[in-house]
């Protein structure tokens, strides 16, 4: 079977999942701004990885762009975030970010992903900041401004199956 992985990773922890599931599958890993549409067309199986912002996968856009490419294939796409793997929050923010006809035919497998607040760029710490201010709750509230590592291989093993 043909597959690619397509990948945004905007601080590493997308990529080292791109590279786990290149390792496990042969498939070939490229971030998103470099695939070309033939390998687009080429590939039977199309694995994309991006962060969430927002609890909204980072490429809903692009996938849509590309979605008279996609639509016949056999798409997966996973996420990586602060957030664990199995929060509602990302099912629902995956719901959301498509039509129906497009969320339908794609497998969703949100992973664990990593935060770390000092390497967060200018605007995602503000956007942070601006998002603890908003929440309500005084729990989440603090657990917004930590640190976060969920990132875990084992975490594939779902969607890797899927891929055989």
């Not at 070939?28 to 470099?34: E, Q, V, W």
């Not at 039977?44 to 909204?56: K, L, M, S």
């Not at 640190?147 to 199956?161: C, P, Q, S």
Request: contains cysteine; aromatic residues 10%.
């Amino acid at each position: 079977m043909k597959g690619i992985i397509i990948y945004k990773s905007n601080y590493g922890s997308t990529r080292e999942y791109a590279q786990w599931l290149q390792e496990e599958t042969g498939f070939k890993a490229l971030d998103f701004r470099k695939v070309k549409s033939n390998e687009l067309t080429n590939a039977e199986t199309i694995v994309i990885g991006c962060p969430i912002f927002a609890n909204r996968p980072l490429l809903a856009k692009w996938i849509e762009k590309k979605w008279d490419i996609l639509k016949n294939k056999k798409i997966a796409l996973y996420t990586t975030s602060g957030a664990k793997a199995n929060t509602p929050e990302l099912k629902k923010g995956f719901q959301e970010s498509f039509k129906p006809e497009i969320s339908s035919k794609i497998k969703y497998f949100p992973q664990g992903g990593r935060m770390v607040i000092s390497k967060l760029n200018f605007l995602h710490r503000m956007l942070m900041k601006l998002g603890q201010k908003m929440e309500k709750d005084p729990i989440i509230r603090e657990e917004m401004g930590k640190d976060k590592d969920h990132v875990d291989r084992k975490g594939l093993k779902a969607l890797i199956e899927y891929l055989k």
